[in-house]
């Protein structure tokens, strides 16, 4: 008659002591369902609005950080500071991507250009207004004439684009640049298949865009700086973004067409710029020799500073919390990862208080439980003494009577637990469902308006969040409760067991300890 | 079969050092019966315990066949090579008698045969307890069937050392009687060395030897 046979007959023949305890476990099992259903269920809701979220981050300029960090300096460090704005550079951006997490990258500079041996698509009847292609105004002086740019540059410093892995603008006919190119400042484009048709365009033609005006103010530095640039068309694709009802205002402005969207290696873009920026630092430094800015040589215009949108597409909804996590302590003062996570927080909050008090009360009732069932186990110990003196005194191992004693209790938390994951589950559908009821409307709302940028991140709702709150009782929890059970049954038996057995047969059978 | 060298026993009572078995040596015969007399309080109990292996002397040493029991393993020692037989015969209530007896047989590492339930009943009915008792609870057995189902537990585990401390002194006179001749048939028919401690001169003059345990020392009658 091993272990296991005398628990087995132990637990059916000491019938009321087994309905006991299971009792006790049932409750306990309760409780640590509900507890564990609802702390799953706000969980996966955040966890499945996230999946449904597209895994961008942005690199961008802690605006708010600063502002803080400057209202508390005095009013001439203020002004300094002001002057040394932090600015995201792509070598900083260049150390982020390096990331297992990162999948597509777009390290963009736009640049909104002229358009050279072509006409540029122009709305024929815009929903808002007059088309907007020459406006005449006065800049510095009357002779200078500002003419309205028409074609948009977006160049990417990777030879890939978070747009072509979405769909959004898709390659039709040739190919698009390789990192080759883009290291090379090669001059090669593709363009938008409406502009191609309405130009007769084809892959292998080439196109001329002009950065600056014919007779605008920056004539007065360039001199024979030439401006223009020859790219060659490797490649036709269709742009699939669709100006909705607030972007009508910008059917006016060619510029800001899809159509007039012309894709270029970033580099074709900054090595002009460069070019264009230093003829005006030269010019300005002759101009204002006492401008300390004009004379510090850091100040000078690099190919980093033309950049404007740093972009990084994930390979997993999930890894996004991870890598802004991870990548925080690298990041530059005063510059962000922005996951759009300042709206996912505000409306996760109350499955985030929910979450937290239902983790606390599993602690809570788990402690409480250890605490329990050690006592209940050490008073009905204390009735075993003499059956563990006997055990003892006939040569069966210590090991074997905890083993016994283990054994006993385990198959009583079993079917505790049992019972409880089909009470529990239904009590903790309607229990979870009413808690996030309350805590719904006691949640304080506020009217902030979180902006976010709809051109990388998923717009989301509250509402979506909560349609994906649904308690049930998981094989997880399952195994979870059954787990957390067992250690709450070793503890409580090894405790008593230990205080017991250490000392010798006699002393536990005549209970002289 | 087994020796005591210099046994000493002592406890604190009342912050006094108690010493109440003081560099006993012995050796007991195989095969033979013996019982230990003595005055209330000198120290029967706790000498059974231990060469039982229950307690551990102070000072001093037990062999079994020429080896130290404490070397062998306590736990091992009582498992493998003694029986025990109890006054309150300390049998598990919530097992049937049949039962415990299976317990003994099975925590043994001794050679014991496969068909153990049906050796167990044979062992029982050899003290007089048929099968329709053997299957009952223990408590719904009397006294002396209780003390009978103890004394089948000690030999069950095929050994060859049985100690008995008070094993009639619940009964009645009648039935300890024939538990005395149960044990002396023990040492005849089963070949077992019994050392039983006991206030009895009845169940003393039964034994081969009487030991007298008095003023710390054991001494032969």
Known sequence: ?513 | MLKLENVTYSYIDGGNKRTILDNINYEFEAGKFYTILGPSGSGKTTLLSIIAGLDKPESGKVYYKGEDIDKLGLASYRRNKIGIVFQQFNLLTYLTAVENIELAMSETDNEIPKNMREVAYALLEKFGIVKSKADRMINKLSGGEQQRVAIARAIASNVDLIFADEPTGNLDTETEGEIIKIFKNLTKEFNKTVIVVTHSTIVSELSDYRLYLNNRTLSDM
């Open chain 1, 1 to 513: 008659m091993n272990f296991f046979n005398r628990a087995i007959k132990n637990i059916s023949r000491l019938k009321s002591k087994s309905v006991l305890l299971i009792f006790t476990f049932l409750l306990i099992g309760n409780l640590v369902i509900i507890g564990l259903g609802i702390s799953y269920a706000s969980e996966n809701a955040k966890k499945l609005t996230r999946q449904k979220m597209k895994p961008v981050v942005t690199y961008e300029v802690d605006y708010v950080a600063f502002q803080d960090w400057v209202e508390g300096l005095t009013p001439e460090e203020q002004e300094q500071a002001w002057n040394e704005y932090p600015q995201i550079t792509k070598a900083d951006f260049d150390k982020l991507v390096d990331s297992e997490y990162v999948e597509i990258v777009n390290a963009l500079l736009t640049y909104e250009a002229y358009a050279g041996n072509f006409t540029p698509i122009i709305k024929e009847n815009p929903d808002d207004g007059d088309i907007i292609v020459y406006e005449e105004r006065e800049i510095a002086k009357d002779e200078y004439v500002y003419v309205e740019r028409n074609i948009k540059l977006i160049g990417n410093a990777y030879e890939n684009m978070i747009e072509i892995n979405d769909g959004k603008y898709v390659v039709n006919q040739g190919r698009f640049y390789t990192q080759a190119e883009i290291d090379s400042n090669a001059k090669v484009a593709i363009i938008e298949e409406r502009l191609a048709a309405s130009n007769n365009l084809t892959v292998g033609d080439y196109i001329t865009v002009d950065l600056i005006g014919e007779n605008s103010y920056e004539s007065e530095y360039l001199g024979d700086l030439e401006t223009t640039i020859e790219y060659e068309i490797i490649g036709i694709y269709t742009n699939n973004t669709v100006l909705n009802e607030e972007d009508s205002w910008m059917e006016r402005y060619p510029a800001y067409l899809p159509e007039n969207a012309i894709l270029v290696p970033s580099t074709s873009i900054a090595e002009m710029l460069v070019a264009v920026n230093t003829a005006a630092w030269d010019y300005y430094k002759e101009m204002w020799p006492d401008e300390p800015y004009y004379q510090d040589d850091a100040n000078m215009p690099s190919e980093d500073s033309f950049y404007n949108t740093f972009v990084m597409l994930l390979n997993d909804p999930l890894n996004v919390e991870r890598f802004v996590e991870d990548s925080a302590d690298s990041l530059p003062r005063f510059t962000k990862l922005n996951a759009n996570d300042e709206l996912f927080q505000k409306f996760a909050k109350p499955l985030d208080t929910m979450s937290l008090f239902a983790s606390i009360i599993v602690w809570i009732v788990v402690i409480n439980a250890v605490v329990i069932i050690s006592l209940v186990t050490a008073l009905t110990m204390k009735t075993r003494e003499h059956e563990i003196g006997i055990l003892l005194s006939m040569g069966v191992s210590k090991f074997k009577v905890v083993s016994q004693l283990f054994t006993e209790l385990a198959i009583v938390a079993v079917i505790g637990f049992s019972l409880a994951v089909l009470s529990g589950s239904m009590m903790a559908k309607g229990i979870g469902q009413a808690v996030l009821d309350y805590q719904l409307a006691n949640t304080e709302t506020d009217d902030d308006y979180y902006y976010y940028d709809d051109t990388y991140f998923t717009e989301i709702t509250q509402e979506d969040m909560m349609s994906e709150y649904e308690v049930s009782v998981n094989p997880v929890i399952i195994g979870e409760i059954y787990l957390m059970g067992m250690g709450v049954v070793l503890v409580s038996i090894l405790i008593p067991s230990y205080m017991i057995m250490r000392f010798n047969p006699k002393k536990i059978l005549t209970n002289t300890y």
